[in-house]
């Protein structure tokens, strides 16, 4: 089975500043534990590119990306839009990070490949379709579903976001859509205080936003029986032509922006059961997209897992 793998040094190039923990850091510790476990040697690589203006729009206002890119090469520390820091490569990085998701929902979509780990940076959840903030500036997973749909047909996408924080943004974006499924596990009260159960989506999206809202120190077993009791019985009447992950490692225990307990073997287990499901409904295509995971070395060791449950191991 081909699976792809998106990791490209460009992507050390946005730097939030000293002692930020969205940090080039991140990165670079993922990059060096892929290629020491040799995981790197057995994955196919997928190219990032600069995504154009007419896919970034398919859902971001023109007048934010405007926004933002004057903001970023004015020199502005931070996006006045929310708390995301920024410096003059973050429009730029930031872009060639989609780019690079688009590249593997193609090669997911097309065949080439059966499902893809998109290592990259900045984050993108919490971008919603005008406002930057919670580190993301634009949302890379909402784009990637909106590219497998407008470009290869896909009728219904499905997203599980297990980041430790709610992906607001995601679902701002697709909240009265219907035509993608939005799940998410994430600790409440926590930032950005979104994401209640009661939130459901509106109109045509009534009942496609599915959130699992739940306390501190929540692991294996909240997260999981959330997993098998609600999201796949909805996703198996859905029938979703591609799914896709907000993979954030910060709710791997020991993450210092969260109070999840998940492991690194929680983490395959969770990534074989999408996997399984994949399979079943939707000839296994499976993107997955890095978002959260403050720990550095908790990260790199989340992301060897996942991707070596990608792997089939």
Same mark, same amino acid.
């Given at each position: 089975m081909n699976t792809g793998l998106l990791l490209d040094d460009v992507f050390r190039g946005h730097d939030?500043?000293?002692?930020?923990?969205?940090?080039?850091?991140r990165y670079r510790a993922v990059m060096e534990s892929l290629a020491k476990r040799g995981i790197t040697d057995e994955t196919l690589p997928i190219p990032q590119r600069l995504a154009e203006p007419d896919e970034l729009?398919?859902?971001?206002?023109?007048?934010?990306?405007?926004?933002?890119e004057r903001e970023v090469r004015s020199g502005a520390p931070e996006l006045s839009t929310g708390d995301t820091r920024v410096c003059?490569?973050?429009?730029?990085?930031?872009?060639?990070?989609?780019g690079g998701v688009l590249n593997a929902v193609d090669g997911v979509m097309s065949g080439r490949l059966?499902?893809?780990?998109? /290592?990259? =940076?900045?984050?993108?959840?919490?971008?919603?379709?005008?406002? &930057?903030? !919670?580190?993301?500036?634009?949302? %890379?997973?909402?784009?990637?579903?909106?590219?497998?749909?407008?470009?290869?047909? /896909?009728? =219904?996408?499905?997203?599980?976001?297990?980041?430790?924080?709610? &992906?607001? !943004?995601?679902?701002?974006?697709? %909240?009265?859509d219907g035509s993608v499924l939005f799940f998410s596990t994430h600790?409440?009260?926590?930032?950005?205080?979104?994401?209640?159960?009661?939130?459901?989506?509106?109109?045509?999206?009534?009942?496609?936003?599915?959130n699992e809202p739940l306390p501190s120190g929540s692991g294996m077993k909240e997260i999981g029986a959330s997993f098998l009791d609600r999201l796949i019985?909805?996703?198996?009447?859905?029938?979703?032509?591609?799914?896709?992950?907000?993979?954030?490692f910060d709710s791997r225990m020991g993450d210092p922006l969260g109070e999840f307990r998940l492991t690194d073997d929680d983490f395959a287990?969770?990534?074989?059961?999408?996997?399984?499901?994949?399979?079943?409904t939707c000839d296994g295509r499976l993107v997955s997209v890095l978002e959260g995971g403050y720990n550095v070395s908790g990260l790199a060791s989340g992301v060897c897992a996942h991707v070596r449950a990608l792997l089939g191991d």
């Open positions: 939030p500043g000293e002692g930020h923990p969205e940090s080039p850091a729009r398919r859902c971001h206002t023109p007048d934010y990306l405007e926004k933002v003059p490569n973050s429009f730029d990085v930031a872009s060639r990070a989609v059966n499902r893809a780990f998109c /290592a990259v =940076r900045p984050p993108g959840h919490h971008a919603s379709a005008a406002k &930057g903030m !919670g580190f993301c500036l634009f949302n %890379n997973v909402a784009l990637g579903a909106r590219h497998a749909q407008q470009k290869h047909g /896909a009728e =219904r996408v499905l997203i599980v976001d297990w980041d430790v924080h709610h &992906g607001n !943004g995601t679902q701002d974006i697709f %909240n009265e600790q409440s009260p926590w930032y950005p205080y979104t994401g209640h159960a009661e939130e459901r989506g509106q109109g045509k999206g009534r009942d496609c936003i599915l019985p909805a996703a198996q009447a859905f029938k979703p032509d591609l799914v896709m992950i907000s993979a954030g287990v969770l990534t074989r059961w999408l996997m399984q499901f994949a399979s079943e």
